[in-house]
């Protein structure tokens, strides 16, 4: 006879990976998106603001590059310059997104409600916060700062700066969990308000939750949404939450206020021997 054994991970969760803009601070994911149309504007070529959010969660210069391939932006830049955009573009607007996005920062750090209480849960259960983001290491010396002061502040925090290859590589989950020492990956849970950050979870084996309102798929400011017509919001998360189901999340909710029903789901499914 022949016999084969699965080995099943049946403990608690270890770790909750959290991602920055959208999902912790800055509701609407605004301050990326607003240097992004700036940059393009300078470059004269105008790009809407659903253009600049299209690959949100990417590393900046990755995103500039995608952008750019977009076929109406692409157009635009033809018309402009009479050519197509080149490596040589995406540098130099790259090289003038950083000085802007550093100065502006701090407009936009505001914590996401709900996040303290969320990370202080998950304390109490002994699971470690790391963090991930497509932000640069100088442009997070900023966010860690402002975040600190409002009495949040991560066990570790990985750039795409600080590892081979942004989302939706898995490399910076990867590296957080070498930084907080804990394993195995379905033990690990990545929260984000991105495509590429869920993909980013899905690619490092974690179990995935995405933020539909508060971060770039709905792209407003709390107190705009909050004005929006009851009915108009309900229109804009059921899209939102669409994409991100379509986009692998296990778990969609509004924000992080909602996550720790997840996490309990998680857990259960995790005592019988479901992984991700």
């Known amino acids: 006879m022949t016999f084969t ?75 402009t310059h009479g050519r197509a955009p080149v490596e040589g573009d995406v540098d130099r607007m790259f090289a003038e997104f950083v000085p802007l996005q550093l100065a502006c920062l701090s407009e936009y750090s505001a914590l996401i409600p709900g996040t303290l209480d969320a990370v202080a849960a998950l304390r109490a259960r002994g699971i470690k916060i790391g963090s991930t983001t497509g932000y640069l290491g100088s442009m997070m010396e900023i966010n860690l700062r402002d975040a600190k002061r409002q009495g949040y502040e991560p066990d570790s925090t990985v750039c795409a700066s600080d590892v081979p290859a942004g989302r939706p590589s898995p490399y910076m989950c990867l590296q957080n969990v070498i930084n907080l020492q804990v394993w195995p990956m379905q033990a690990c849970v990545k929260v984000d308000d991105t495509l590429p950050g869920v993909e980013e979870g899905l690619n490092a084996g974690m179990w995935t939750i995405g933020l539909a309102v508060s971060g770039n798929e709905v792209g407003l400011p709390l107190s705009q949404w909050q004005a929006l017509p009851e009915a108009e919001r309900q229109g804009r998360r059921e899209r939102a939450y669409a994409r991100l189901q379509m986009g692998g999340a296990h778990y969609v909710v509004d924000t992080i206020a909602e996550v720790m029903p997840c996490i309990d789901d998680i857990e259960a499914r995790l005592a019988r021997g479901e992984t991700p």
């Not at 994911?29 to 004269?44: I, L």
């Open 5 to 79: 054994y699965k080995r099943e991970y049946r403990g608690r969760i270890r770790a909750v990976l959290l991602d920055w803009a959208g999902t912790t601070m800055d509701f609407g994911c605004m301050a990326p998106a607003v240097v992004f149309v700036k940059v393009f504007e300078g470059a004269g070529v105008p790009i809407t603001m659903e253009e600049a959010r299209a690959p949100m969660g990417a590393h900046k210069r990755v995103h500039i590059q995608k952008i750019s391939e977009l076929d109406s932006v692409r157009a635009r830049w033809q018309a």
